[in-house]
């Protein structure tokens, strides 16, 4: 009893107790990253293709789960049967016990495609403009010969699509605005000049679908034609396929490449099928944008206010109570700051803006309306406290020796803070950008009120001037997530894409963390390393 | 153990004092409420004037009645134990005690011909006259040059040349230059104590004061740093005045040309050095000299 009461007093037990809650927490930690990362990163790797026989006949697809027997109900096995187009569902419960001589057939195939999901199958051959020119074995190597060619292709479509489609489309609609400010004021010399210039976009716009439709067609001319398990055809283009996997006959290091190519398409390509496929370069961009544009605008509201209140403001009652508002302001559910940003910036401001210099546009808005500028605006009053705080602790910390060199020298108030105080808190300002970066890149529900779409059809940045469009809609990660989980045509196909998602998220904050922390780093170490 | 003096606290004579004229003050002289002062001291210019010098921090008075003179080109050390007032009478020669909220000075200052507490005054051009030390070197997070220069750049001077100039004259100044030359771009926190205080006295050189205050400058370094301080200090005196609270009381007898003795907010005595430390004339400045007090 001695030894046991000598023991507490020494404190040797809540040495351990604090260290084993410790290990907890970050067990718990390393159990969700892990959990995430193990959901998501396992789904590019190419999963064997089981055909079984049924009753109904045979099926052909992955194993993506099981269920086991549990009251009346026998145990249960989840396929993947792609082909929606055919069966018009991409996945099949199966009784377990039905599944006699599962077999891994070698010329069963994968083929990721631009539209219903994947098909799975056999090719049985390949047609160039109608010709049959390959059937069996033969057209299937065909087939993988051909694919880069039309990926290629593919990509030329698209980025012509987007490019010089698109800018052209904005040119002309620039005139447009031009034309309907010119007729009111009825300059008919300025008008034949627009006329011409319309004219001569035309022309190109015309030169440009010509040789889209060239691409096109090109895309268009080789066919595969496959066959489901059960003995459907169907038709496909080769322009239409992404990917040829066949995931039976692939050695080890075919597959790591399909895997590598599969999350290099994820990371750096747009979405396709309403978010369910394809890759998420734009929710990733978006994220990281807002993030960026956030903490521009964040970090002087914040050091501003911090330093009056710290430096200028007469430490009084009326000090503490804005200090207590301003901590308060942390509190306040992120939804609410989606409701005040909807209201006061995007209609208020935004409407504002528009009246005054996007008048010729109206009714159609430009900052009216949701938009990265807007969303940003709203994240940074979410996480202007933070900032406060962090830079009022920081300013406090600066010791007063300091000051009073500074002051002794004659500087005035304002330069003593600017030269001397202000350099020495930034590392301290940067851990508050830190905390603030780390709350607004997962802030979701303000910004589905405040400018996030689910497809953003242009980026916030881009080549065309004035290069950053503040006020375009723009996709962001966590809403991504949202959307293709619970909003999706098809969630059970996207379920991987959540975890994914949701792991380059994790990636994106904490990529934007290590940023900022370095940053810190670099500062510390030219401050001399001393205060923080 | 309070000493009561049967003396009423003057007025305060901000305003209606005329205007002050430099050299003798005979007048002032005969007042016989004055503390005793070296008759020597008024042969030479008077560089700092301290008349009637109140200072209440809220309700408690931390300084009555101080008269002091400081002639040019000398240095006057302020002795006492703690808690006397000797940094606080420094603090109001620059006004740092402006910084703190609710201290109330009365009377006057006189730092050449300004005075410095007069509504007028503009705080900042007159701690650009008077340069600081302080008791624990604060060296900004800078480089050694940005340090050095810091004072001519808040001025605007941003002519690379003339502050080259500056801080080579400067640090030579402080007897630092030889060490730190060949390093101007490094950081200053990576001096040694000593090295450090003498790059504050170089900052506070650079701006070309006329009066350098100095709080106990040497309590934080090694006997060698403190030397060489010491010897700056006699160097210094050929060109600047120089006031400086020490409570190490060698240390007053080896640089200073005149002590100050301060006890309880009050100025007991001042005279030379060597009278002060070989025959003081009052009973409580030999007890603190000698050790048997404070």
Known sequence: ?532 | MEIEDPRPVPEPVLLQVPPPSTGLRPASLQQPDLPLTDPSVLSAPIMLQVERLNLFYGDKQALSDIHLKVARNSVMSFIGPSGCGKSTLLRCLNRMNDLIDDVRVQGRVLLGDTDIYAPETDVIALRKRAGMVFQKSNPFPKSIFENVAYGLRIQGQSDRNLLEEAVERSLKGAGLWDEVKDRLKDSAQGLSGGQQQRLCIARALAVRPEIILMDEPCSALDPIATARVEELILELKREFTIVIVTHNMQQAARVSDHTAFFWMGKLIETDLTEKMFTNPRQRMTEDYITGRFG
């Open chain 1, 1 to 532: 009893m001695r030894r046991m009461t000598e023991r507490l007093r020494q404190g040797g037990v809540f040495v351990w107790f604090s260290g084993t809650l410790l290990a907890f927490c970050l067990a718990m930690i390393l159990c969700l990253v892990g959990f995430i990362a193990a959901k998501g990163m396992g789904y590019f790797w190419p999963s064997p293709l089981v055909q079984v026989q049924t009753p109904e006949g045979p099926v052909l697809g992955e194993i993506t789960g099981q269920e086991p027997a549990r009251g009346e109900e026998t145990a249960k096995t989840q396929f993947r049967v792609g082909n929606r187009d055919i069966y018009g569902q991409d996945f099949r419960w199966l009784p377990t016990a039905s599944l006699a001589t599962p077999k891994c057939p070698k010329d069963a195939l994968l083929i990721e495609r631009l539209e219903y999901g994947p098909f799975i199958g056999r090719i049985v051959s390949l047609s160039h403009e109608g010709h049959l020119v390959a059937t069996g074995p033969a057209a299937m190597s065909g087939a993988l010969d051909r694919l880069p060619e039309t990926n290629r292709v593919r990509r030329h479509i698209q980025s012509i699509e987007k490019g010089q489609v698109g800018d052209l489309n904005r040119r002309i609609e620039r005139i447009r605005l031009a034309r309907r400010k010119l007729e009111t004021r009825g300059d008919i010399a300025a008008l034949q000049a627009l006329d011409t210039r319309t004219a001569q976009l035309q022309t190109t716009y015309d030169q440009v679908q010509t040789s889209l439709e060239q691409s096109r067609a090109e895309a268009k001319a080789w066919t595969l034609g496959l066959q489901t398990v059960d003995g459907q055809d169907k038709e496909l283009p080769l322009g239409s396929v992404v990917r040829i996997v066949p995931a039976n006959a692939m050695g080890l290091l075919d597959k790591l490449g399909v895997y590598l190519s599969r999350l290099w398409e994820f990371v750096a390509d747009d979405p396709r099928e309403s978010n369910t496929e394809g890759g998420i370069f734009p929710a990733i961009f978006g994220t990281v944008m807002m993030v960026l544009v956030m903490s521009v605008l964040v970090v002087p509201l914040g050091v501003i206010t911090a330093l009056y209140l710290r430096e200028y403001a007469r430490q009084g009652w009326l000090v503490r109570a804005v200090r207590v508002a301003v901590n308060n302001l942390a509190g306040v559910p992120s939804i609410v700051f989606g409701v005040f940003g909807l209201g006061f910036f995007v209609y208020g401001l935004g409407g504002s803006i528009d009246q005054l210099f996007f008048a010729d546009s109206l009714p159609t808005p430009t900052y009216g309306t949701g938009g990265i500028l807007w969303a940003s605006l709203t994240l940074a009053l979410l996480t202007v406290p933070v900032v406060v705080v962090a830079t009022e602790e920081a300013l406090g910390a600066v010791a007063r020796s300091q000051r009073e060199a500074s002051l002794a020298m004659g500087a005035t108030k304002w330069q003593t803070l600017w030269n001397v105080v202000i350099p020495s808190s930034t590392p301290g300002i940067l851990t508050g950008l830190i905390l603030a970066i780390a709350r607004g890149a997962g802030e979701v529900a303000p910004l589905m009120l405040t400018g996030v779409v689910k497809l953003a059809p242009s980026m916030p940045l881009d080549g065309t001037f004035p290069f950053l469009h503040l006020d375009r809609k723009f996709m962001h990660l966590g809403f991504h997530i949202y959307d293709v989980g619970f909003q999706s045509p098809n969630s059970e196909a996207a379920k991987p894409m959540v975890f994914m998602a949701s792991f380059l998220l994790l990636v994106v904050v904490v990529v934007l963390n290590l940023f900022a922390l370095n940053l810190r780093r670099k500062l510390r170490a030219r401050l001399g390393g001393s205060t923080f």
